[in-house]
């Protein structure tokens, strides 16, 4: 497993912006991908975005348009920025990493290492 920090959550305004970040190199794989996942408060984790290593990326339909996700390999960093953020958008975020599987799924089982989660609460 690979270690991965969240960091950059926080309280905002309904229509703010938002910048979550995640330490961790991820996997040495040729099929390595990252994602960002969510859960809030008696819902289950869902995906949000997810990058592949060769830069390919994927959303959920729910944040597209909103949010992007990065990533800087120099930094082992991986990036969230989330705009014009909504009241459903709280949750509680997640790093997560795999290797070998069908990356854009979102399915949480696809994914081998996961973070501590960070907390995003919207408020109008």
């Known amino acids: 497993q690979v270690q991965l920090r969240e960091s950059g959550g926080g309280s905002v305004q309904s229509g703010g912006s938002l910048r979550l970040s995640c330490e961790g190199s991820?996997?040495?794989?040729?099929?390595?991908?990252m994602a960002w996942f969510r859960q809030a408060p008696g819902k289950e984790r869902e995906g949000v975005a997810a990058i592949h290593t060769d830069g390919s990326t994927t959303y959920a339909d729910s944040v597209k348009g909103r949010f992007t996700i990065s990533q800087d390999n120099a930094k082992n960093t991986l990036h969230l920025q989330m705009n014009n953020l909504k009241i459903e958008d709280t949750a509680v975020y997640y790093c997560?990493?795999?290797?070998?599987?069908?990356?854009?799924?979102?399915?949480?089982?696809?994914?081998?290492?996961w973070g501590q989660g960070t907390q995003v609460t919207v408020s109008s």
């Open positions: 991820g996997y040495t794989h040729s099929n390595s991908y």
């Open positions: 997560a990493a795999g290797y070998g599987g069908i990356w854009w799924s979102f399915r949480t089982s696809q994914y081998n290492s």
